[in-house]
């Protein structure tokens, strides 16, 4: 049974930090992209940050600097680290794995964690 369980979100003043942490289990890992997304009040989802499986990285414009996007093979577990958090980065963040086929994709998705900046 595939899981991804996003833990770490939490309330925090305008300023602050926070580490997310998304634990993965009943597939192979290391062989999956890995990403964080956001969904704010009232806004559409949106790509923050993304590890590949090779870790190269990529982040969202808004959060370049700011945050950090790791991840853990061993562990199975995939971290993203934010710091000089704003208001709005207020959102629900959801834990993504890809696998890139050929002819298609698989894609898991968690369940998300709340971050919540006050200012």
């Known amino acids: 049974q595939v899981q991804l369980v996003e833990s770490g979100g939490d309330l925090v003043q305008s300023g602050g930090s926070l580490r997310l942490s998304c634990a993965a289990s009943g597939f192979t890992f290391s062989s999956y992209d890995m990403s964080w997304h956001r969904q704010g009040p009232g806004k559409e989802r949106e790509l923050v940050a993304r590890i590949t499986n090779s870790r190269s990285t990529m982040y969202a414009d808004a959060v370049k600097g700011r945050f950090t996007i790791s991840r853990d093979n061993a562990k199975n577990t995939v971290y993203l680290e934010m710091n000089s958090l704003k208001p709005e980065d207020t959102a629900v963040y959801y834990c993504?794995?890809?696998?890139?086929?050929?002819?298609?994709?698989?894609?898991?998705w968690g369940q998300g964690t709340q971050v919540t900046v006050s200012s």
């Open positions: 993504h794995a890809r696998r890139v086929l050929p002819l298609r994709n698989i894609d898991y």
